[in-house]
């Protein structure tokens, strides 16, 4: 029973530590998720408990061990932008960027937020 209890404070305890790490400093909440049946390890690094690391996807995880990983997003992503716009991020620098979603490879700029490509650009006069 009393082993049973330990990991209970110990999950209690890894929760809030992801909750209090994801909101300190950030103007946006960013997302968090415990996996408890998750084991420390990373493209074939193994990681002791209080260790951090950068997944693929941009989450920065930590090691909990024995309960489990923590992971939350890095990544302030834009909530507010034209329809025919999409957010991408960049996975080495973990920075996102609006870009036209027609051709990805055109940033969407803030003054072109009424201009939607797939009109054309013919000017009235």
Same mark, same amino acid.
């Given at each position: 029973?009393?082993? &049973? =209890?330990?990991? #209970?404070?110990?999950?209690?305890?890894? +929760?809030?530590f992801l909750l209090i790490w994801a909101s300190v400093g950030f103007a946006a909440?960013? @997302?968090?998720?415990?996996?408890?049946? +998750?084991?420390? &390890?990373? &493209?074939?690094?193994?990681?002791? $408990?209080?260790?951090?690391?950068?997944?693929?996807?941009?989450? %920065?995880?930590?090691? $909990?061990?024995? #309960?489990? *990983?923590?992971?939350? @997003?890095? *990544?302030?992503?834009?909530?507010?932008?034209? +329809?025919?716009?999409? #957010?991408?991020?960049?996975? #080495?620098?973990?920075?996102?960027?609006?870009? %036209?979603? +027609?051709?990805?490879? $055109?940033?969407?700029?803030?003054? &072109?937020?009424?201009?939607?490509?797939?009109?054309?650009? =013919?000017?009235? %006069?």
């Amino acid at each position: 029973m009393k082993m &049973e =209890l330990t990991r #209970v404070n110990m999950v209690f305890a890894a +929760a809030g530590f992801l909750l209090i790490w994801a909101s300190v400093g950030f103007a946006a909440p960013l @997302e968090c998720h415990f996996d408890s049946r +998750a084991v420390c &390890e990373f &493209e074939g690094k193994r990681y002791s $408990l209080g260790d951090t690391w950068m997944d693929d996807a941009c989450m %920065q995880c930590t090691c $909990l061990h024995p #309960v489990g *990983v923590g992971c939350c @997003e890095t *990544v302030h992503r834009p909530v507010d932008f034209p +329809a025919w716009c999409e #957010v991408r991020v960049e996975p #080495v620098t973990c920075k996102a960027f609006l870009v %036209q979603s +027609a051709d990805p490879r $055109l940033p969407c700029s803030s003054d &072109e937020t009424n201009r939607d490509p797939s009109h054309g650009s =013919l000017q009235l %006069q």
